[in-house]
């Protein structure tokens, strides 16, 4: 089931899906609204009988330093980010069998914050509590949580990205295909596990960030945090 905004979209893939002989529903869904997600879990169950794993991708990025962030830009994307996985996991967690799996997509800047992006930082880290949560809470039950840290990713997300002003966008390394998160998230969807990530570099990014947080913060004022 191919659930987001863009219906459109969303046919197009279903359509590659179908012709690689596939199975694909879409059903156009707001995450950050709970009706939305409700009818969206409804036609699952109705077509599939269970919801066997659940991939939380969606996401908005948000730019702008922290003291010029508009209050409401930042509920925006907790409302995507936080609350949308959330009404997700609320609204199919009665239909997750054992076995089943809930996939989050982090990042790796929920791991360690980085300037100018850190109302989006504060999102993922948010979601990263929710996951580590939740894994506890119903590893009982037979479900895995798995957290994905992808690093840069050549998408449409900076386009997409809500900005506070027109600040400079800054140098941003070049990337993974998606094509490479989404072979970790399928992996996710048959193994389970509890962290994910999609690069080595972004897996020492986030060790070395951890182990020496002092450094990284001289690191980040040196070369990210000017105009
Ligand atoms: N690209 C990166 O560098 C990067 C790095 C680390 C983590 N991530 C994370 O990876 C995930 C995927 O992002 P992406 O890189 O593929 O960005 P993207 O190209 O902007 O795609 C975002 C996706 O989220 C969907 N979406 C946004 N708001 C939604 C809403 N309210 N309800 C339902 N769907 C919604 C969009 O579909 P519609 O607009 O049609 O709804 C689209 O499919 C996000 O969680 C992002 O935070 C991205």
Redesign the pocket.
């Known amino acids: 089931m191919l659930?987001?905004?863009?219906e459109e979209?969303?046919g197009f893939l279903a359509r590659d899906i179908q012709a690689s002989g596939g199975r694909a529903l879409v059903i156009q869904?707001?995450?950050?609204d709970r009706a939305s997600v409700e009818e969206m879990v409804g036609r699952v169950v109705g077509e599939f009988g269970a919801v066997d794993v659940l991939v939380n991708?969606?996401?908005?990025?948000l730019s702008g330093r922290v003291a010029e962030l508009r209050p409401d830009d930042l509920r925006y994307v907790f409302d995507?980010?936080l609350l949308?996985p959330l009404n997700c996991v609320q609204e199919a967690l009665p239909h997750v069998p054992r076995g089943g799996r809930i996939i989050n997509?982090?990042?790796?800047?929920g791991k360690r914050a980085i300037p100018k992006v850190g109302g989006?930082c504060a999102t993922?880290f948010a979601l990263n509590a929710l996951s580590d949560a939740l894994r506890v809470e119903v590893a009982d039950a037979g479900i895995s949580v798995t957290s994905v840290y992808?690093?840069?990713?050549?998408?449409?997300?900076?386009?997409?990205s809500r900005r506070t002003k027109s600040e400079k966008r800054g140098w941003r390394p070049k990337?993974v295909p998606?094509e490479k998160?989404a072979e970790k998230i399928a992996q996710a969807a048959e193994e389970g596990g509890r962290d994910v990530y999609v690069t080595a570099t972004d897996r020492l990014f986030v060790f070395g960030t951890t182990l020496a947080p002092g450094l990284t913060d001289l690191v980040l004022r040196r070369f990210w945090a000017k105009d």
């Not at 991708?57 to 990025?61: D, E, F, I, Q, R």
């Not at 992808?150 to 997409?160: H, L, Q």
């Open positions: 659930a987001a905004r863009a979209k969303l869904t707001d995450v950050a991708n969606a996401g908005v990025g995507v980010n949308g997509v982090s990042s790796v800047v989006y993922k992808p690093g840069t990713t050549r998408t449409s997300f900076r386009d997409n990337g998606p998160v």
